[in-house]
């Protein structure tokens, strides 16, 4: 699973901060939405109030902008409008928290030395549907927190903040969340789009990006050290596609969602050099393609960093900062890190190449535990790929990471790719990859030619290791890029078409490769390509797994030979299909009577899935 921070992935979708801006901290940025600032989303409703963004005095140097609010005569209030509003579920228990001290002296307070602010959260017909006041009693930074509780639901519901005593008021860290996260964790998940993750039951997941990782430029290079620890005190950063990370879904976050779903960390760090396609090399605008790396002598605190991650997830908190950190945040066992991935689809350059060799042996030496994957470009082809895999070769790297976004056609027509890769090299992680039509949709088609693609990883499984399609999320509305698996907004998840054939060859995925004995009623080299399948076994269960993939119009008889011994007759069946256009195509689950030779008829442009009970060896 290749998770990256695009399309709202993180901030307004799966972490599930319901309060936009929390941290005044939005910045204006190139390609950011007109009017972003620290008062985005913000807004001061009613007169004799005023707000001003300070700096002067923070919680936090990593986190400056606060508000400052001037109360002339109470009855105005700062209204959050949240990502789209804020849906709220009648009888839900939401967590309302904010930062706040009062400002301006007593005199301000009319010589008392406490004042009240009232929290609720109001619909969009003005009624207050929860709310909460507070006694604000000192001149220093204090977290208030309390339990509100929805009277009704509302869809675009808004935050309100409203000073009940004139004075002068600091507020920060406004933060809205509701109780029940994934796994209830604090600081959590959005339930739903966690849930429909979790589903997928994959096997790694790889973060933050992406694009993301290495940013636009040196300085929006992704410092895994500014995401960890209190809220208030991590490094808010700009997006590279274009609006804006808290960092509230951080690394700890991202270990703990991997652990909760079964899944195998695998963090993602820059190389020392931003994006390929970045156009702000130190600070300066120098075009697209352009590349910068991080000076030669800032990077032994650069490679020190990724060093420390390893010990962030897998050191002994007793003795070693980093481990104490990640057990201060509530987690002293090891996240038990096997993978790191070094670079994503950088340009090869000398820039790149020295700066990796330079982590590469670094990490190699203080941990040969860890799987490194390096990085062969952005394409199936081309220089990167050609450059990216001599660097392999000449380090004997274990792992690298391919990406391609091909046509249907494509992946298709190449299911021999990695029949034809050299066993002795390194190994394969495909961890960006999608089929792209005109008008970029996830339809039956794509998905279908993603699926024949797949029987050919499957087959291949002593070179690709492990493969991921991207990018997983998208909320409607605020998509950067597409095709992506998961769409959402802010009450419904839309999983594609893609996103079941992810979820069957996940969940059905085997350890051991069975040459299948699969035969078609045509031998046509034109149609034969159109229809694929594959094999395997799962050593856990015992069971076999045949997967059926059909790109033809016309229903097709398959006769599938088993291997000696495996019958069964209540095998499951899992069967998808529908026109190349459908977009909203989910398996049907039913049984099968399966023996030693079997006529199973493929349905038209269909996936099917026959998973038969182990034990038969
Ligand atoms: O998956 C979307 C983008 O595609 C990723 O950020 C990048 O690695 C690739 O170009």
Known sequence: MCF????????????????QNRDFEYTKGEGREAGWGPTYAWEVEGDGMSMDIETADPIHQNNRHYASLDVVKPGAALVNSGFDGIVLTKGEKYTVSFFARLSGGKQRHDGRSSAAIKLGLRDKNGRMLAEKKFKVSSGKWKQYSAVLRAGESADEAVLVVEPMTAGGYDVDMVSLFPERTFRGRKNGLRADLAQAIADIRPRFVRFP?????????LDNIYRWKNTIGPLYSRKPMNNLWGYHQTMGLGFFEYFQFCEDIGAEPLPVIAAGVPCQNTNAVQGELLGGGQQGGIPMDEMDEYIQDILDLVDYANADPRTNKWAKMRAESG??????????????????TDVFAERFKMIYEAVKKRHPEITVIGTVGPFYEGTDYEEGWRLADSLALPMVDEHYYNSPGWFIYNQ???????????????????????????????????????????????????????PLLAKKGHTQWNPDMIYFDNKEVTPTVGYYVQQLFASNSGDEYLPADVKTDNN????????????????????????????????????????????????????????????????????????????????????SVIRIKGGAK
Do not use: W
């Open 4 to 19: 990256e921070d695009i399309n709202y992935g993180a901030d307004g979708g799966l972490y599930a901060e319901l309060v």
């Open 331 to 348: 987690h002293p066992a090891p996240f038990n890190l096997k993978y790191l991935g070094i670079g994503n689809e950088d340009q090869i």
């Open 209 to 217: 990006g992406g694009c993301v990782a290495h940013g636009q430029g």
């Open 524 to 607: 046509r080299k034109d149609v034969r390509s159109r229809i694929a399948s594959s094999v395997v076994r799962d050593g856990n269960t015992g069971d076999v797994i045949v997967k059926l993939v059909s790109m033809l119009p016309l229903e097709v008889n398959a006769t599938i030979n088993l291997p000696e011994g495996i019958n069964d007759d209540s095998a499951t069946l899992y069967v998808m299909s529908g026109n190349p256009s459908d977009k909203a195509v989910k398996p049907v689950e039913s049984t099968i009577s399966v023996s030693g030779k079997t006529i199973y008829k493929m349905p038209p442009y269909s996936l």
């Open 416 to 470: 021999d790719f990695y029949d034809r890769y050299d066993r002795n090299k390194s190994k394969v992680y495909l961890g960006e990859y999608a089929a792209h039509l005109p008008g970029r949709p996830n339809n039956v088609e794509t998905a279908l030619a993603e699926a024949v693609y797949l029987t050919s990883v499957e087959r291949n499984g002593d070179v690709v290791s492990m493969a991921s399609y991207a």
